[in-house]
């Protein structure tokens, strides 16, 4: 069945560092693919998507790049911040359009001053 | 109020006590979603609705009842639960099902059975 496998956490940084948290991805056909960010106590907000291979979601200085070829939708930030530290989602949703996202289990980032 | 509200935010209840999560979304859309976070867990889906039409039943024990009236509210009906559904509940709405839509969730409901 269709899976999406984080990086475990949790990720500490100093301000200013660079952020990579992996995230490959089992599935059948073009899923489309996403990056959730939940700050403490609130809900998950959309960071970026991707839906088909190749593709670059951005924002915010986040990136990440759909690779086909090694199933992956690798989470990068050029230069954190304190207010970046979040749990960070990846999560796909499959060609069936049922609605149904299947998440990672989430990987914490910390950023120290 | 925009988006997708949740209330309550927190709620405490005993295992014979029924209460019920309420989600109201001001988006428009016509895809509504419960979802329970658990800790340690990636987030499981636990039910889906279209257009006020139950669609998915993720495996969900039936001691959770969901209610859609419309396609702005969504409710789940809580009854003899057990400390193992102590999780935190969250509710998202979608425009459509396409897998390419973006699911907007609301801030959850922190459960806490006793």
């Known amino acids: 069945g269709n899976s999406v496998t984080q990086m475990e956490g949790p990720v500490t940084l100093s301000e200013e560092a660079f952020l990579t948290i992996n995230c490959t991805y089992t599935?059948?056909?073009?899923?489309?693919l996403f990056w959730y960010v939940q700050y403490p106590g609130e809900g998950l907000q959309l960071l970026l998507k991707?839906?088909?291979?190749?593709d670059k979601g951005s924002n915010k200085g986040f990136e990440a790049t759909y690779r086909k070829e090694t199933t992956s939708f690798h989470l990068e930030k050029g230069s954190v911040q304190v207010s970046d530290s979040a749990v960070y989602f990846c999560a796909l949703s499959d060609q069936s359009n049922t609605g149904k996202l299947i998440f990672g289990q989430g990987t914490t980032l910390q950023v120290k001053p | 109020e925009t988006g997708v509200t949740q209330t309550p935010r927190h709620l405490v209840m005993g295992m014979t006590n029924k209460k019920s999560l309420k989600c109201e979304q001001h988006l428009g859309h016509n895809a509504m979603y419960w979802y329970k976070q658990s800790a340690k867990k990636p987030l499981e889906l636990m039910f889906v609705?279209?257009?006020?039409?139950?669609?998915e039943n993720n495996s969900v024990p039936s001691r959770f009842s969901p209610e859609c009236p419309n396609s702005s509210h969504l409710f789940l009906h809580l009854h003899t639960l057990q400390p193992e559904d102590s999780a935190l509940y969250l509710c998202?709405?979608?425009?459509?099902?396409?897998?390419?839509?973006?699911?907007?969730f609301g801030p959850g409901t922190r459960l806490t059975v006793l």
């Open positions: 609705y279209s257009l006020e039409e139950r669609v």
């Open positions: 991707a839906t088909k291979a190749d």
């Open positions: 998202a709405s979608s425009q459509g099902r396409s897998n390419t839509d973006t699911q907007y």
């Open positions: 599935a059948t056909g073009y899923p489309s």
